[in-house]
């Protein structure tokens, strides 16, 4: 577990070890290739209370009692090993894609999962503007996948400016023509890699930009934002009189032309100094506006900045918390809206909150616990979701909400 930037780390990792590897062209399926999987969780690790360790014994079912169906994915070349997720992205209308850090590419067509495509590095982000328009980031930066049909889209190498160190990370946009991708480098100071794709270049450039965000050495690795708030970034950055890491967050509201420091809580219970966020997990924005910044203090507390829009474009955050330190690691968080959300993580956690308090999914289809990590989860407005981890992916239909 990444605790500092999620994948970005083990991206950065995998980047250096397959530096020499050149990138092809373009990439059409083919045989899934090398990447360093993780340890599996330990499966005597404590499970939250509230599962659904209690399932009914019988027959194998497809669907929980929560409606979180299990999807089948495609067998890797080693029988051995498993394909962990670390992205995922559907369309809202049939279609699925996911990425893994091993570097393959699958794709769900409403029945089943394949493996569209493969690289030689991890791949850890990705981002569609529609079913065939999709961006992919990973340790050798960028690919993007075009075509007529979901089916047929061939997925391209970009080239970008900025530090090839930094691993792309995160990817968010909200159309063809405004998308941004970020990420970061543990180098000495951070390296921030912001990019921005504003359509194709009239002069034959490939049309991403390379953005400043601030004079202070950053390691970016979150981006998200909707069209009314504007663009968010989040990262972490060394505090120059204690040396400590905290999380720093940056906004460009909509029509603004530069990011300006957004300030966030900590938990205003914790005894001075000990309070501030200085780990992130992941971030989000719910249609409504809602903010969600997913971390942990410096007393190792784990808790969420909850952000809402109040009068023109300012907010007011607060800070929440969601479990004892020595609790499993969460992995993501996505909103819907104020009063529903969803953070998961280690052990198979994945709980919903319905602004006052959080519970435990159902998630299992036997009778005993699913202990799997979870990485990465995608939502819609509609409240549709897909959630994926270690050798899983599930999804839950929006009637289900």
């Given amino acids: 577990v990444l605790a500092a930037s ?19 062209s373009d990439l059409a399926p083919a045989p899934n290739e090398g990447g ?16 659904d360790a209690d399932a009914e014994a019988g027959p194998p079912r497809v669907c929980s009692d929560d409606g979180f169906c299990h999807t089948s994915l495609p067998p890797m070349a080693l029988p051995s090993n498993k394909h962990v997720l670390r992205g995922v992205w559907a369309d809202g209308a049939g279609t699925a894609w996911a990425v893994t850090e ?34 992919i980031g990973g340790a050798d930066g ?33 159309g063809a023509n405004d998308v941004w ?6 180098n000495a100071p951070f390296i921030a890699r912001v990019l921005h794709y504003a359509g194709p270049d009239v002069e034959g450039g490939t049309g991403w930009s390379l953005e400043g965000i601030s004079s202070q050495p950053i390691f970016t690795s979150r981006v998200w934002g ?7 970034v989040a990262g972490l950055r060394n505090d120059p009189v204690t040396i400590e890491t905290k999380v720093v967050v940056l906004r460009r509201a909509s029509g603004a032309t530069k990011f300006a420091e957004v300030p966030i809580p900590g938990d205003p219970k914790a005894p001075e100094g000990v309070g501030e966020m200085t780990k992130l997990f992941g971030a989000s924005a719910s249609a409504d506006g809602t903010m969600w910044i ?71 289809i036997t009778k005993y616990p699913d202990t799997t990590t979870l990485n990465a989860i995608w939502g819609n407005a509609s409240g549709e979701l897909w959630v994926v981890g270690e050798g ?4 839950r239909d929006a009637k289900k909400n």
């Fill in 294 to 364: 997913l971390g942990r203090t410096n007393s190792s507390a784990p808790g969420f900045v909850r952000g809402l829009p109040t009068l023109g474009q300012t907010y007011a955050f607060t800070f929440v918390a969601h479990g004892p330190s020595v609790g499993p690691l969460s992995n993501f968080v996505w909103g819907r809206s104020a009063d529903d959300a969803w953070i998961g993580g280690e052990y198979g956690r994945l709980r919903h909150w319905d602004g006052t308090a959080w519970t435990q999914a159902k998630t299992t």
């Fill in 226 to 232: 909707t069209p009314a708030s504007g663009v968010w």
């Fill in 6 to 24: 999620g994948l970005v780390a083990l991206l950065a990792g995998v980047a250096c070890s397959s530096a020499d590897d050149a990138a092809p």
């Fill in 142 to 174: 960028l690919l993007h996948g075009e075509g007529a049909t979901p089916a047929s889209l061939v997925f391209t190498p970009v080239d970008t400016p900025g530090d090839g160190s930094a691993a792309i990370s995160s990817i968010w946009g909200t």
């Fill in 102 to 135: 091993a570097g393959a590419i699958l794709r769900y067509d409403g029945k089943s999962w394949s493996e569209h495509a493969t690289v030689k590095s991890a791949l850890g982000a990705i981002w569609g503007s529609s079913p065939t328009d999709v961006w």
């Fill in 392 to 395: 899983i992916a599930m999804h």
């Fill in 181 to 186: 991708a970020v990420g970061g480098a543990f």
């Fill in 36 to 51: 360093t999987l993780p340890p599996a969780p330990d499966a005597a690790a404590p499970v939250e209370a509230g599962a």
